[in-house]
């Protein structure tokens, strides 16, 4: 065996007389083990949160947008339709109608209002699976029928059959004065995407309902929404799309719509993966501290070794090994533990949300109501490697130090 790693791991494993030394590297390598697991674990939850927040959104949203110039109406919507749907990227476009206004049951809420043909609307988002009564076909033209997301529907103490009264900010100038355009509903159904935002703020209605509520032309819509086979490869096939529209129409996709969160959240989880990798650098000073300690004890040995005719670089080598093998040690029980528990994130929380009777995701207050983990592999390399690679710098100090021991000063008091 190559004696710097044989007297190396010797090292690590004899009992050493000053046991403070034995206690601080067994500190040192729960530290590394903590923040590789901490760092997973956080990365991971992360990444789930933005593939779940991702997909919920997306199923309810456009992957691309079709909409006039100026804020103008589309007029004839059927034409863009009929462009973009020719191109075999696209798997179906819907037109839509979007404004806001206030819903009136038994209490009263602002609502965003979208008018859809449900028809078209199947292909192009996910509403229909997530529909908990009725579908989406309930909704027929003149018949002013609505379908409230699931907690808009509890907040205003309906159920399917009951009425609501919709009131829009499009006034008019009455006897009385000027009041709001308003007109009642009945609810022929409810939704339940899993994302607050959409549950308790979205409602739907007719195309040609809200057209006739909001007074705009025939035939016209506010957009077209376009869905590609493709969801990451939108912002090219936009880009492709937009010489089929001749210039009369702007087009954008889901990442311009949303430019503002996705941002966020990759700029969140980059700082936060650097301040957890703090808790790996920390534990990397105590290997430093370790083996400083433990130069400290071994001069008598390392003069010996000295004078025996071991070089320098081979007494770097002893120490290396042995810190090398702490860092190893802590990042391999760190990663286990840290992929264990992401796997199994969701199964822990809902322990704890048991012995503490709380809910640590509220709808009140969260997009999602419960966590998963996304583990990809190359965070986990990425985190492997620089808490090993910390590791291992920590170790060139004290193995520098101690090459350069002077044998005749340090045996001079043995």
């Known amino acids: 065996m190559n004696l710097p790693l044989f007297i190396g791991l010797r090292y690590t494993k004899a009992k050493r007389k ?28 992360m990444n789930g949160f933005n593939k779940e927040f991702q997909q919920r959104m997306l199923s309810t949203v456009s992957h691309a947008t079709i909409s006039a110039f100026k804020g103008e109406h589309l007029n004839e919507w059927q034409n863009a339709v009929d462009r973009v749907t020719d191109q075999p990227q696209v798997l179906g476009a819907a037109p839509y109608i979007q404004t806001e206004g206030m819903l009136q049951g038994f209490r009263t809420e602002g609502a965003l209002i979208q008018g859809v043909l449900p028809a078209l609307e199947r292909q192009v988002t996910e509403f229909q699976e997530a529909m908990q009564y009725g579908t989406l076909e309930d909704l027929q033209d003149g ?136 808790i790996v650098a920390v534990a990397a000073f105590n290997i430093l501290s370790t083996l400083v300690m433990l130069v400290t004890e071994k001069q008598a040995d390392v003069a010996i070794l000295r004078t025996l005719g071991m070089s320098g670089a081979q007494i770097m080598g002893i120490f290396m090994v042995t810190g090398t093998l702490i860092g190893l040690i802590g990042t391999t029980i760190g990663t286990i533990a840290g992929i264990l528990f992401a796997i199994n994130i969701n199964s822990i929380i809902q322990t704890l949300e048991g012995w503490f009777n709380t809910e640590f995701l509220s709808k009140d207050v969260y997009y999602i109501t419960e966590i998963s983990a996304d583990l990809q592999t190359t965070d986990v390399v990425t985190i492997v490697s620089i808490a090993f690679g910390l590791s291992i710098l920590a170790t060139l100090y004290p193995a520098w130090r101690a090459s350069r021991v002077a044998p005749a000063e340090a045996l001079r008091y043995e």
């Open 143 to 278: 018949e002013f029928n609505i379908i409230l997301g699931v907690d808009l529907a509890a907040h205003l103490g309906v159920i399917p059959g009951d009425t609501v009264m919709l009131y829009v900010p499009e006034f008019r100038t009455t006897a009385v004065g000027v009041t709001p355009r308003l007109k009642r509903f009945t609810v022929s159904g409810i939704f339940e995407v899993g994302m607050y935002e959409y549950d308790f703020k979205l409602a739907l209605v007719h195309l040609e309902d809200a057209r006739k509520l909001l007074r705009m032309p025939t035939g016209s819509a506010e957009g077209v929404r376009i869905k590609v086979d493709d969801l990451m490869q939108a912002p090219r096939i936009a880009r492709d799309l937009a010489p089929e529209l001749d210039g009369f129409y702007r087009i954008r996709d889901w990442t311009q719509e949303h430019v503002n969160f996705f941002k966020a959240t990759r700029t969140e989880r980059m700082v936060m993966f650097i301040i957890l990798s703090m």
């Open 18 to 45: 000053n046991h403070f030394i034995s206690f601080i590297s067994l500190i040192s390598m729960a530290g590394i083990a903590l923040g590789v697991m901490t760092v997973i674990v956080v990365i991971s939850v």
